[in-house]
């Protein structure tokens, strides 16, 4: 009885977002809403679902006029269309960090090695000093006789002090007799007075000189020694991120424009952001990392596919891949393997960045598609430290590349990560989240980007075959209880190909072609026949026309509730 009531607690297909807000170019501050499908009630889960329930209907409440139009939006890469302290705070930044590169800055900072580095450094061990067999008197005023002689030759007051080291060393190894004391005296003695005579002589031999002639002797001597070498400027160094060169032209612009807005336009932070990207992408080797192969292992975990409607390029990361205990197994089960993933995933996006132009105005962020379904729990250790590594990585060396974070078919659970997550996050990224539940998903998809660029298994028709992504979809909403036809006029023998969808089906499809002549008859294509939810995502039919005429399609929604109808169709020549 206890599951039963809170199973009615959740909605079928309602949730919200816990404290996740979004802040409007108008300054409102609004709440995300978004909805997910309950999950199946365990006796250890009914605790948090009811808390995770009865947060969901109090944000419904408090924000049920709240709608799409809040969700984050891009500023400008265009300087002249920045706010005068945001292109104030610009000029002080290039300015910061034209000094910093005359100064080689970037060169010469020194930051501890990474992990990676340190793993191939190993500490050599110190070499204990050659043991020597102690020295005779004789023989150490032998070698004194000897060294002061060369100092004396050379005039270099550094083979004294050598000597004096190596009588202390001799101490130590002569018995400590009146005599051997008194030979070491005597020997230090002679040294003191060779070293303080070398010294002595040149004064005297200059004071015997006439001031005239001393004169002469200097004035000849400047004359012929060359002018002092004077050391070149050095040229201000030259320092690229993802492949722009910074402070050569306007491309360096709408990076610099990163780094400041991920510090709120705090000129040092966002100075040492940049100083600190670039010292780690030197450590961790990300010019030699892009071009190096590390499998395929992960192509169906992260992907490129398509754009949204706005130009951006959309990454999609499948977690439910890792429900393959084997693909689990060697991508987590140690740190030597976490880090490896890491790095893929850094090669992913640093190849990914490299596509972009970075022209202001133009595109320079992704569209992240995170999908949950069949996602490992929360108690994989592995899989939560990986991903912590990686947030935390990404949003110290990559700011600003993401639009807009999408999670879709999102289980009750995630809420409660989702919350362990979000202190490692600034609010300005946690801004651009949204959250869907798996009935919803679909829906949220399309919100945001097209048809035709969407694959099928999310809800799309981009698919490889005859249709792409360059031939738009048609999005039309299927009353509940009614019929819906789409005519395809003819006028000249071709041969007509579509598709067509009804996100969840449940409805009947039919399809005809009726020629414009009256003595003609009717053509049926397609019998109408009811289409299942479980069937085929996408009916693909084609007719090739011999006489004017119009194709129509039949949808017949029988249902209480409305369905989204997407199709497309083109035509070819017969003789092609």
């Not at 034209?98 to 800055?105: D, I, R, V, W």
């Not at 996408?538 to 399609?553: P, T």
Request: hydrophobic content about 35%; charged content about 30%.
């Amino acid at each position: 009885m206890a599951d039963e009531q809170v199973q009615k607690a959740v909605p079928e297909e309602e949730v919200v977002v816990v404290n996740v807000t979004t802040n409007s170019n108008d300054g409102d501050e609004k709440v995300v809403n978004e909805k997910m499908a309950s999950p199946p009630t365990t006796p250890t889960s009914t605790t948090l679902q009811t808390e995770m329930s009865k947060s969901i209907e109090d944000n419904e409440k408090a924000n049920i006029n709240n709608n799409d139009s809040a969700s984050f939006k891009e500023e400008t890469t265009k300087v002249a269309d920045l706010p005068d302290p945001q292109r104030k705070a610009l000029e002080e930044f290039k300015q910061l960090l034209k000094e910093a590169l005359q100064s080689h800055q970037f060169s010469t900072a020194s930051s501890p090695p990474s992990p990676k580095q340190e793993a191939i450094i190993k500490p050599v061990p110190p070499q204990e000093p050659e043991k020597t067999e102690p020295e005779t008197t004789e023989e150490v005023e032998k070698e004194a006789a000897t060294t002061t002689t060369t100092t004396q030759e050379s005039s270099e007051p550094v083979l004294t002090e050598a000597v004096e080291e190596k009588v202390a060393t001799t101490v130590a190894a002569v018995a400590a007799d009146d005599d051997g004391a008194k030979t070491v005296e005597a020997i230090q003695e002679t040294i003191v007075a060779v070293a303080s005579s070398e010294h002595k002589e040149p004064e005297e031999s200059s004071k015997a000189e006439p001031e005239e002639s001393k004169d002469v002797k200097e004035e000849s001597l400047a004359a012929t020694q060359p002018p002092p070498a004077t050391t070149p400027a050095l040229a201000p160094e030259e320092v690229s991120i993802w492949g722009v060169p910074l402070l050569m032209d306007e491309r360096s612009d709408v990076i610099l424009l990163k780094f400041l807005r991920a510090r709120d336009f705090k000129v040092k932070d966002a100075f040492l952001m940049l100083k600190n990207t670039v010292e780690w992408r030197k450590q961790f080797g990300i010019e030699e990392l892009v071009d190096e192969d590390l499998g395929s292992d992960l192509d169906k975990v992260v992907f490129m596919h398509g754009v949204d409607k706005e130009g951006h390029p959309v990454c999609y990361n499948v977690y439910g891949e890792f429900q393959s205990k084997e693909l689990y197994q060697n991508t987590f089960s140690d740190e030597e393997k976490r880090q490896m993933f890491l790095r893929k995933r850094i090669q992913f996006l640093e190849r990914s960045i490299r596509k972009f132009d970075f022209t202001p105005g133009g595109v320079s962020t992704f569209v992240q598609i995170n999908d949950l379904k069949n996602s490992p729990g929360p108690g994989k250790w592995e899989l939560r430290q990986a991903t912590k590594q990686a947030l935390q990585l990404l949003q110290d060396n990559y700011p600003e590349f993401v639009a807009k974070q999408v999670f879709i078919n999102v289980p009750w659970w995630y809420l409660a990560v989702n919350r362990m997550i979000s202190p490692f996050l600034t609010q300005r990224t946690k801004s651009k989240f949204v959250f869907a539940g798996p009935s919803k998903s679909a829906d949220t998809l399309l919100r945001y980007i097209a048809p035709e660029q969407i694959p099928i298994k999310y809800g799309g028709l981009s698919k490889d075959g005859e249709f792409g992504t360059n031939d738009a979809v048609t999005e039309v909403i299927v009353k509940p209880a009614a019929k819906h036809t789409v005519e395809f006029p003819v006028t000249e023998s071709c041969v007509l190909s579509w598709e067509v969808r009804v996100a969840g089906w449940d409805v009947k499809y039919g399809a005809e072609f009726v020629p414009s002549a009256e003595e003609s008859y009717t053509v049926i294509i397609q019998k109408s026949r009811k289409v299942g939810g479980n069937e085929e995502p996408v009916l693909c039919n084609s007719f090739k026309v011999g006489e004017a005429g119009k194709v129509v399609l039949t949808i017949d929604n029988s249902t209480s509730k409305k369905k989204k109808l997407l199709y497309r169709l083109k035509t070819k020549s017969c003789s092609d």
